[in-house]
């Protein structure tokens, strides 16, 4: 057989054409016949996107610019024989890539644990027989068994089906699954309404098929979708790129201030030796080292944080664009709402009833005009919801954890049919019991042609009689033709126009409202047809029409208020769904993504935009709120064109047809519960709980991930500068070395380090979630931590100007460095506090309300006092003892540093309030 026999529309097709085209038969293969086609087709299996092995992940740890600048400087170091601040360095550099590797190594472990175990059988027919083979041993012509539960593991078209209903969200997008048919379907249908066709990684809810194989591995669908995410990559992450643009300043810093110090030390007739002393202090003193380690902690303690939240983070680089989020493209089902089927109303006889309690819940309550009632003492109420649990297949499972004692329900069938299931549990009424007293003689599984289910049902009554009737479920303008009678105000009544445009007005209603309506009609059988014991479909006929019941996929609780958190923190939310556009429009309004009638102007299906050329997208890219009905293709061009406008762009998805704009996405956030595993290979963060609320609380983390990123780096840079000044303040003024680059690599390491890991952990100041996203091309260093960085940097100049001039003038070198080495590290301590809030006064923000930076503040003030007073600490520091009376005025003097800064708060950020307590 030739492989381009599979490009064919099977769809298009009979069943039979396509067994000849396939050359196979209802008997199947034979084996030799199949071990033939797998060397012509392959293997059924998708190739494995490549795993970076763990040494590469360790060694990607170095991949960046501020990591070589380090290194460079370790090597100048152990050039110029200065070993220990080389070793120091390298150890540094060490240090941040073990810590980076550990974080990822973890993450991916956590990822791996959500992939759920999948069968890895399937029963086929081989030369006439029943066998059970592996799923990577199918190929195109093989005839496949299905039955409620499988996993499907090839493209298939339809020969038989019994009752067959498939979920094919993953693959589709669509929420409610899709019953199977073995007629051939126009040619131009798309993929979502192709009803006599399975795909891979779908899922048989309920009934059985015989299905003949059209693709297996990279041919079906999936793999199609599948090996375009792998042949695409992300490139370098915005995160990456920022801390490049860093190095990039930090290593112009170096440089020009090495060869303007070592300038300004030749012009002063310093010694060759001196001048290369200079030279590396210098160098040493424009490059933090500590940041690095820093700026992977603050990363790790996000991704930590995030984790909590229950959002994975696959690689730390990840958490910092979460920050510049301004646009989230969501998916509707199982994100926005809960994935599971719930019956809201039931409208009956002129009145409706509301129930309460959503999901898998037995419990809720009847209400009816404000007041609860107790349905079974309403017999019309009691005979829908008896109805409504037996006259199909589905059921539920209660199961009992021994050791917690906990009880966890198992549905078993369609949706829509267990929300009926627990419509009656509500009321006290379990299937099992009712079938005790309502035999079902025979049903009528749904059919594509008559779009309606039945049962026949014998229910015992007082005493040894009983009774038959028929049950219908189906859609309403499917059951109308077939009643006689409709309930009303407790009396059956022939059908009028009058009564029939009131139940035809609730319905519509309830369809406008994005209710899926299920009609339910019943006749009951006379004496002398009691003994009737089978139906079919014309003796579905001179029916009663009972009512409806209204059921939806419920909203999850948390949601709108999650999207008012977004509407205020300057995010817009897009709705994108395979569902219709009245569904999608219904949990629209629900969750306050859509509150005008004018809003339906930015609701759009696929088919009123598939054709859009690339101004009209653009426009329609601007405004948009929800699309219904969505192709991957869209999804996609819409990110695209996001992306194009300077919008950073998370997108979430679970399905195969999510993985390409999950990868095109800045941010692409896959489910970890219903997720496939194509999604979660192609996104950078997965929600274990797949609920939108938790990617709020990740962009949240995100936003305030940045702002520790920014604060950390410029408590760093704030050394570096500082350093960088005094060193050529003192050679102006003729004095040597301020500070000996041994005592500068301890100051930026160990005092900037235990301090700049604690403000890493620095929370929100609850205002991360109420003003606009940062910008996408927003700097870790922008002008208004400059102005910072200039402020402190001048204080701490003046401070070990005014300390240490004199006695290094005066040749008590040892002395007046160890003042100046006291002094810059007392003033960055303070600036910790400082640095806690960008903008905030520290009397608001609090000054003992964060315990890790009181910890590392007291850590730093320790080890300085060590490395000062321990003698061969202070031997190979070049430190003397320092007295009582040097702190009383370094303490003072440095706390200028506190003065000044809230100076500055006062006048640039008042008009803002953020003075004020209740932003704090």
């Known amino acids: 057989m030739d492989k381009s026999v599979l490009q064919k529309d099977f769809h298009s097709l009979a069943a039979s054409e396509v067994m000849q085209l396939l050359e196979t038969s209802i008997y199947g293969l034979s084996a030799p016949e199949a071990k033939v086609r797998q ?44 070993l220990v601040d080389a070793i120091v360095i390298f150890v540094v550099v060490l240090f941040n890539a073990i810590f980076g590797f550990v974080q990822e190594y973890r993450s991916e472990k956590a990822i791996a644990a959500l992939k759920k175990l999948v069968k890895d059988t399937i029963r086929i027919i081989r030369a006439g027989q029943q066998i059970e083979v592996d799923i990577a041993e199918l190929v195109p012509g093989d005839v496949m068994l ?8 090839a493209d ?48 048989v809810v309920s009934g059985e098929g015989k299905i003949v194989i059209t693709a297996t591995g990279v041919d079906t669908e999936l793999g199609k979708i599948a090996i375009q995410v792998q042949s695409s990559s992300r490139g370098k992450s915005h995160f990456m790129d920022k801390v490049d643009q ?43 080292e500590g940041l690095p380690v820093v700026l992977v902690v603050v990363l790790a303690i996000g991704v930590q944080r995030m984790a909590k939240r229950r959002a994975i983070v696959k690689h730390l680089a990840s958490v910092e664009p979460l920050g510049m989020v301004d646009v989230i493209c ?30 898998y819940k ?38 009992t954890d021994e050791e917690n004692k906990d009880e966890t329900i198992e549905v078993v069938g369609d949706p829509t049919e267990v929300a009926l299931l627990i419509a009656a549990h509500k009321a006290g009424l379990s299937k099992e019991q009712l079938l005790i007293d309502n035999k079902v003689v025979d049903n009528l599984p749904f059919s594509s042609d008559y779009k309606f289910q039945a049962a026949l049902v014998s229910s015992k009554l007082t005493g040894n009689s009983e009774e038959k009737n028929i049950y219908a479920i189906g859609a309403l303008e499917t059951l109308l033709p077939r009643c006689k009678k409709v309930l009303w105000q407790g009396e059956e009544k022939k059908i009028s126009d009058e009564l029939l445009n009131e139940y035809k007005k609730n319905h519509k209603k309830l369809a406008q409202e994005g ?69 999608a429009l219904a949990i629209g309004k629900q969750i306050g993504l859509i509150d005008k009638k004018s809003d339906r102007n930015y609701v759009y299906t696929d088919l009123e935009i598939v054709d859009y050329n690339d101004k009209q997208f653009s426009e329609l890219a601007k405004n948009v709120k929800i699309l219904a009905r969505v192709s991957p293709t869209t999804k996609m061009r819409l990110v695209k064109e996001l992306q194009a406008a300077g919008h950073t762009v998370a997108m979430t998805g679970d399905g195969v047809n999510d993985a390409p704009a999950l990868q095109q996405a800045d941010i692409g956030v896959a489910m970890g519960k219903v997720g496939t595993d194509v999604a979660r290979e192609a996104a950078e963060i997965v929600l274990t709980d797949d609920n939108f609320a938790s990617l709020v609380s990740a962009v949240e983390e995100g936003r305030a991930v940045f702002n520790n990123v920014r604060r950390t780096s410029a408590f760093l840079v704030t050394t570096n500068v500082a350093e960088f000044l005094t060193l050529i303040v003192m050679l102006l003024l003729g004095v040597g070395m301020p500070l000996l680059p041994i005592q500068i690599l301890w100051l930026n390491l160990v005092t900037d380090g235990f301090a700049g890991i604690s403000l890493a952990t620095e929370k929100t100041h609850g205002d991360v979630l109420h003003r606009a996203p940062f910008p996408r091309n927003t700097k870790i260093l922008n002008k208004e931590v400059f102005d910072l960085i200039f402020i402190v940097g001048v204080l701490m100049v003046m401070c070990a100007v005014v300390i240490g001039y004199p006695l290094l003038k005066a040749g008590l070198y040892e002395y007046g460095r160890s003042l100046i080495f006291a002094s810059m590290s007392l003033l960055q301590l303070w600036n910790v506090y400082n640095l806690r809030s960008m903008n905030k006064s520290v009397w608001r923000v609090g000054w003992f309300n964060n315990k890790y930076i009181n910890f590392g503040v007291l850590a730093s003030l320790v080890l300085m006092l060590v490395v000062l007073y321990v003698p061969f600490l202070q031997k190979a520091f070049s430190f003397v003892s320092l007295t009582v009376k040097d702190w009383l005025i370094i303490i003072p003097l440095t706390f200028s540093v506190i003065v000044g800064v809230e100076i500055y708060k006062y006048f640039k950020f008042y ?5 004020k307590k209740s932003d704090a």
């Open 39 to 82: 060397e012509i087709f392959g293997a059924n299996i998708l190739p494995e996107e490549k795993k970076v092995s763990k040494l590469l992940m360790f060694f990607s740890q170095f991949n960046s610019l501020l990591v070589y600048l380090l290194l460079a400087a370790a090597a100048l170091s152990f050039y110029f024989d200065h």
């Open 146 to 153: 299905i039955a409620e539960g499988d996993k499907i593991p």
């Open 246 to 288: 860093l190095g990039k300043q930090l290593a112009i810093l170096a440089i020009v201030g090495s060869l303007l110090v070592v300038l300004i030390g030749w012009f002063n007739n310093f010694t060759w030796f001196d001048l290369l002393l200079f030279g590396i202090a210098s160098a040493v003193s424009g490059i933090p």
């Open 515 to 583: 209710y899926r309506i299920i009609a339910m009609a019943y006749r009951q059988i006379n004496e002398e047809k009691n003994k009737l014991n089978e139906i079919n479909h014309d003796d579905v006929t001179g029916l009663t029409l009972l009512g409806l019941f209204a059921i939806i996929d419920p909203p999850r609780e948390e949601v709108k208020a999650a999207i008012e958190l977004c509407q205020r923190a300057g995010i817009r939310v897009v709705m994108i769904t395979g569902d219709n556009i009245d569904t």
């Open 156 to 203: 298939g078209r339809v020969i038989e089906a019994k009752n067959l209903l498939v979920n094919e969200a993953s693959l589709t997008g669509e929420s409610m699954p899709q019953r199977k048919i073995i007629e051939p379907v126009k040619i131009k249908t798309i993929l979502q309404e192709r009803e006599n066709m399975v795909y891979s990684g779908t899922v």
């Open 330 to 359: 969501t998916d509707k089902t199982g994100t926005l709402t809960k994935n599971i089927m719930t019956v809201t109303n039931i409208f009956y006889g002129g009145k409706t009833v509301a129930l309460t309690g959503t999901g």
């Open 911 to 915: 008009d803002k309030r953020l003075f």
């Open 362 to 399: 037995l419990q809720g309550d009847f209400w009816f005009d404000g007041a609860k009632i107790v349905p079974l003492t309403d017999p019309w109420l009691s005979r829908m919801l008896i109805a409504g649990s037996i006259v199909h297949h589905s059921s539920l499972v209660l199961k």
